[in-house]
């Protein structure tokens, strides 16, 4: 289909940091067994990247893989890899208890970038985002004022987050009212 | 009469000045002024009036702590009441008005509570409007609401934004004064990340206005090159205008900033809520001096001796040309030094210890002061201003000896230290005899969860008042801090501080000590509840011991300063009436917020557009378009119906439901929760989960089905459909989608460890849409692609393929007893695919329709909903689903329950259909009713209504209810009440009205 559409097309705000909401991402989660070789291998091949450690992101060539709970990852790619994802997931995973199912449109991605984007975050989720703290490659899976709701940094110090589509407005809402202009606290 | 001094005034930029108004007069003040010392330099001594004798009151203190200079702050979307003037910064264009008073803050005609007094005593509330009962509501309640309160309610929408901010620290240090600095200054050498917060706008506290040499520089240049030191630390923060609010568990702060309050024109948000995890909180709060408690105390002109000083040295204000001093310590001898050398005259210091000062007191003399020993205050004169004190024996009973005419009075009963911080999470205190004060015992400090204190005092906030001991207490607790984190100290050293070695202070809680009933009345104890010594000896006279007791009794320490000048001395006039120990008697709890703090800050982002997550379907914003009626289900809004002009919502749903089961309508059942569970220990879950057996389901069908909790309650149900011989996708209802994930992954982490099972919440990855009606099927064969024939696509199977181009998965199942089939496609594609249908349904008459003709199609085909069938109190067995109950299986989650007595006892109320006689409609929420009443007076009741609507198919009310053994009273009439008092009858009758034999359904 053509006429796909993320949650909040467009979405952008400008304050002392940028929110963004990026348009749709491929994504899959893969529960199962994180010590396992196969399944180790089987992330490898879809993402080219190697298992994460736990609060990390792990990159690819395709995309990165997220850890999720210590029977859960999260496989981000392009939009349009990720069912073909999941078939190859299920194919290298048979025999292993697992699942890999597509959350991609289950979710809206937001991109949060400038110099102390770590601020608006930190004004909605309980979270340590001090450098030392939450270096790029860092992920938490954590609360964003009411909502759940999940973010790494980037290696360029953005953040990127991703939450429940269904509240993208209300994300993007006080993503916003966090990023205003006046509001920058001064220490991140 | 009070005035700006022309020279000094240590916060002051005299270059700034700031216009203002109070009560409507133009005023003017300088940058670096409260509203407070604004005030006194315009001669406005008198700022408010008190909360129940309506008595003037001019400002008592110069910070946190003051008691009677609260005022509204601010209009309109900025208005604010209860503002301590003393904390107001003072900004160009500020208005405040005075509180508590009616007409005007000179002329009240509520001061006649004042003459009244001696009927006003402790407890006069519980005393006086105790009986006759409706006396209460009737006469008492509006004249005590029209008399007592303190500021007025907003009345406009807050104009102001607010935010949280989550901070990490390794240690967080409260007071900014010079324990604060040298804490931070120890700590942060040792490589510790500090935070330092000051409730001010400036660094140093006290010790700027008192003096002293620290390594051998002024006090306030040492300030000034701390914070300098501190500033170029990139471990070390330091924040000003932020208070330290509270203290939690395992090293929880909140700290409080007032980002703009003395900016109002800035952009950003008015205050920030720091929520801090820290691990260990150095509290440096300093110490509040105490009033003393004579006759007269309240009268505007009466000041605290330090709070003199800070508007002499502090803002250039003079309080009044003569001032005279009363003390039970050297410190306030500090005040009568600063005056005379400002030029102002203190006629007397009235020293209550009959042997005197030390030092302090050689230098007062030295300047020509006279000096009174074994002296004190008999009562003061004036009205709305001090004219004169008269002056007695301490030891004595009040015999006046002489006359002295004055204009303020400045006062010392000694020092407390700020235990509040300490003692939220527990800390405890002893009392210090020598100084007579509670302070933190370190031994009993509040422990985090591996048992160790993560609180430390510092400086006078732990007791010490000398300079010297403070910076090396501090100094200490700085270190302390550093080493509980395990680091070594650093290069800071404890500063160098010459002692200066004061007199011993003496007690005083009542001067003279022995002052009769009459004084006793006019000696205030806490300023802002109107409570004197008389109310406390009144109430330990009636029996209370408590002095938790008594706070609730008298007042004592309540309202917005919480007694931060009145306990201390209050619970020692309860000791002395009680004739115990001061220790014995104990104190009020500390609890957080330390001053008020705004309900804004506390909101933070919570307010207006993001008051709440609202969910959204892909397809939202077209109902929105289309001018849709939304109603909340969980945190969705969902269209309850699509009126169109000149439609009322009824005519809408009518419209809607006809249209439907006429022809065909479609419905946007995103919302509906879908779970994948999937494992080979999948089925045998499922068994366990729903009550009714799902392990046997094929691939390719679907089954409904039905939970309960482990108490037998029907908790949620939906449509199963089994996608492989491993996985199944559970339907669940809108508002159960989270819950029912969350319920699972319970049994699944927590009880069924090593069950093979898997789930993932998948609820929003798919658009669902239901296309309903008899025309259903000839519009999707008009999208065309797959197969939706009977024969392909039965009803209560599933299948997957495309239509009209977009991946999808159809269900037949239906919730209306019409053919009907729900179609999953991606929610990126769910917009489009919406619009598809919607243009091949158009030669259809297809519409949309809401969440009302879903419930009312539903309640037509007797099928349940949770949560309108269902309380939590209704298992399966009262709604007649034993047929999804399975008798096979060994165990299900609730099973046990269901078999209990209660459970099977046959009066359970169990759902029948209602049909009202006369057609009409019984209203919700109606109850059976029963002959007789019960003990209470109220008529018995036989049952009640689950769900009840107008049916548009049938052209009648139509409902469902519980009643009593009601499936075997088919046919008989009852009776329900109606909110007019009389009642609607109603048949007892088969609860699916429509299409029973499933036919419209199944084609």
């Given amino acids: ?145 009411q909502i759940p709701a999940a973010f790494w940094r980037n290696e360029d110090g953005s953040f990127e987050l991703v939450c429940f589509r269904s509240v993208a407005d209300y994300a993007f809402g006080i993503l916003s009212k966090s990023a205003m202009k006046g509001s920058r606290v001064g220490v991140l | 009469m009070s005035t700006r001094l022309s020279t000094g005034g240590k916060y002051l930029n005299r270059s ?8 409507g007069k133009q005023f ?45 702050l601010g209009t309109g979307g900025t208005f604010e009441p209860n503002q301590r003037a003393t904390t107001t910064e003072l900004f160009d264009g500020l208005t405040a008005t005075s509180q508590n008073h009616w007409p005007s803050l000179e002329f009240d005609i509520g001061v006649a509570n004042n003459a009244m007094a001696r009927f006003f005593p402790a407890g006069f509330y519980y005393k006086t409007f105790m009986a006759p009962r409706a006396a209460w509501k009737h006469v008492f309640e509006p004249i005590v609401r029209q008399s007592a309160g303190l500021g007025q309610v907003p009345k406009d929408r807050d104009a102001d934004t607010y935010e949280h901010f989550y901070a990490f620290y390794d240690v967080v240090i409260v007071g900014g004064g010079v324990a604060g600095l040298q804490a931070a200054l120890a700590a942060g050498s040792a490589g510790a990340k500090v935070l330092l917060m000051e409730q001010t706008a400036h660094l140093g506290g006290r010790a700027v206005i008192d003096g002293g040499e620290v390594d051998g520089k002024p006090v306030d240049a040492w300030v000034a090159d701390a914070g300098e030191t501190l500033d170029a630390m990139p471990n070390v923060t330091v924040r000003l205008r932020m208070m330290g609010a509270g203290v939690y568990d395992h090293g929880y702060v909140l700290g409080y900033e007032r980002v703009r309050d003395h900016d109002p024109m800035a952009e950003g948000p008015r205050h920030r809520l720091w929520r801090i995890r820290t691990q260990q909180i150095v509290t440096a709060t300093g110490a509040i001096e105490r009033p003393l408690s004579f006759a007269g105390n309240d009268i505007p002109g009466v000041m605290l001796a330090s709070a003199v000083r800070d508007y002499v040295d502090g803002y250039g204000v003079s309080p009044g040309d003569r001032t005279v001093v009363v003390t039970n310590n050297d410190d306030a001898y500090r005040t009568a030094i600063s005056l005379k050398k400002a030029g102002l005259e203190v006629p007397v210091i009235l020293d209550a210890r009959a042997s005197g000062g030390g030092a302090l007191a050689d230098e007062a003399k030295g300047l020509g002061i006279r000096v009174e020993t074994g002296k004190g205050i008999a009562k003061v004169k004036g009205g709305k201003r001090v004219t004169g004190v008269a002056v007695c024996a301490q030891a004595g009973e009040g015999a006046v000896l002489e006359e002295i005419a004055c204009d303020a009075v400045a006062m010392s009963g000694g020092w407390s230290p700020v235990v509040h911080l300490w003692s939220h999470c527990g800390g405890k205190l002893f009392w210090d005899e020598d100084q007579a004060h509670f302070r933190p015992d370190p031994n009993r400090p509040p422990t985090s969860h591996d048992g ?24 200490a607790a700085g ?100 004739n115990q120990p001061i220790p014995a008697t104990g104190t009020t709890t500390f609890r957080p917020p330390y001053t008020p703090i705004s309900f804004g800050a506390i909101a933070g982002e919570a307010r207006a557009d993001t008051f709440q997550p609202l969910r959204k379907t892909p397809i939202h914003d077209w109902h929105e378009a289309q001018g849709a009626f939304f109603e909340p289900v969980g945190h969705w809004r969902r269209p309850y119906c699509f009126p169109r002009q000149g439609e009322t919502h009824s005519d809408a749903v009518n419209r809607e439901i006809n249209q439907t089961r006429k022809s065909v309508g479609l419905l946007d059942a995103s919302t509906l929760g879908k779970i994948i569970v999937k494992g080979p220990d999948a089925g045998r879950f499922l068994d366990m989960l729903y009550t009714n057996m799902m392990s046997t389901l094929k691939p390719g069908k679907c089954r409904y089905g039905l939970m309960c909790n482990e108490n037998g309650f029907l908790i949620d149900d939906g449509v199963v459909a089994r996608i492989d011989e491993d996985t199944f996708l559970c339907h669940t209802t809108t508002g159960g989608a989270e819950r029912i994930h969350g319920w699972m992954e319970d049994w699944l982490q927590c009880e069924w460890w090593d069950w093979k099972v898997f789930t993932a919440n998948v609820t929003e ?114 709604l007649g689903l034993n047929w999804a109950i399975s008798k096979k299986k060994e165990d299900f989650l609730g099973k046990r329950a269901q078999e209990r007595p209660h459970m099977t006892d046959p009066s359970r109320w169990k759902l029948v259909g209602l049909e009202t006689l006369d057609g009409s409609v019984i209203p919700d929420g109606s109850y059976a009713i029963a002959e007789g009443t019960n003990a209470n007076g109220q008529r018995n009741t036989q049952g009640r209504v689950t769900s009840t609507y107008y049916s548009p198919t049938l052209e009648k009310g139509i409902a469902m209810g519980l009643v009593l053994y009601g499936p075997d009273r088919m046919g008989e009439v009852i009776e329900f009440n109606k909110v007019d008092g009389s009642t609607v009858a109603a048949r007892i009758v088969d609860p699916v009205f429509y299409d029973k034999d499933g036919e419209k359904q199944n084609v």
């Fill in chain 1, 1 to 145: 289909m053509s006429d796909l559409k993320s949650a909040l097309p467009g979405a952008r705000f400008d304050g002392f940091a940028t929110v963004e909401e990026t348009g749709l991402r491929g994504m899959v989660t893969l529960r199962g067994d994180l010590s396992s070789k196969v399944l180790a291998k089987a992330v490898k091949a879809a993402v080219g990247a190697g298992m994460p450690q736990s609060g990390q992101v792990s990159r690819g060539d395709k995309g990165l893989v997220a850890w999720m709970s210590p029977d859960e990852l999260l496989l981000v790619v392009a939009h349009d890899l990720a069912g073909d994802i999941v078939v190859a997931l299920n194919d290298a995973l048979k025999g292993e208890h697992a699942l890999a199912v597509n959350v991609s449109d289950a979710r809206a991605v937001f991109r949060i970038a400038g110099d102390h984007a770590a601020e608006v975050l930190a004004k909605l989720a309980p979270v340590d985002l001090s450098d030392a703290a939450f270096p790029p490659g860092s992920f938490r899976r954590t609360r964003l004022a």
């Fill in chain 2, 16 to 23: 700034d000045q700031r216009r203002f108004t109070f009560n």
């Fill in chain 2, 28 to 72: 003017t003040g300088y940058e670096g002024d409260t509203l407070a010392s604004a005030l006194l330099a315009n001669d406005q001594m008198l700022m408010g009036r008190s909360f129940k004798y309506h008595r003037p009151r001019g400002v008592v203190a110069s910070g946190a702590e003051e008691p009677n200079a609260l005022v509204n």
């Fill in chain 2, 452 to 475: 160790k204190g993560f609180v430390i005092p510092a400086g006078s906030a732990n007791g010490p008042m000398d300079l010297a001991e403070v910076m090396g207490d501090a100094h």
């Fill in chain 2, 479 to 578: 270190l302390a801090a550093a080493k509980a984190l395990g680091l070594k100290s650093g290069k800071a050293a404890a500063p160098k501080v010459a002692p200066q070695p004061e007199a011993a202070m003496e007690p005083v809680w009542l001067m003279p000590q022995g002052a009769g009933p009459k004084l006793r009345m006019k000696a205030w104890l806490d300023y802002q509840n109107d409570v004197k010594v008389s109310d406390v000896r009144l109430a330990a006279q009636e029996g209370y011991e408590s002095v938790e007791h008594t706070k609730r009794y008298t007042t004592l320490g309540m309202a917005t300063d919480q007694g931060k000048l009145s306990n201390i001395n209050g619970l020692a006039v309860l000791s002395d009436a009680l």
């Fill in chain 2, 765 to 878: 990855q798919f658009a669902q849409i239901a296309v309903v009606g008899p025309n259903a099927r000839k519009v999707l064969e008009k999208l065309g692609g797959m197969d939706v024939s009977k024969d392909a696509l039965a009803f209560m199977e599933w299948k997957d393929g495309q239509l009209g181009g977009f991946d999808c998965r159809a269900y037949r199942i239906s919730f209306s007893g019409e053919l009907s089939y729900e179609i999953a496609v991606p929610a990126s594609q769910g917009r489009a695919f919406w619009d598809a249908l919607l243009v091949a349904g158009e030669e259809f008459g297809m519409m949309p329709y809401g969440t009302e003709a879903l419930h009312v199609m539903r309640a037509e085909k007797g099928f349940i909903m949770i949560g309108d069938e269902t309380d939590g109190t209704v298992i399966p067995q009262d």
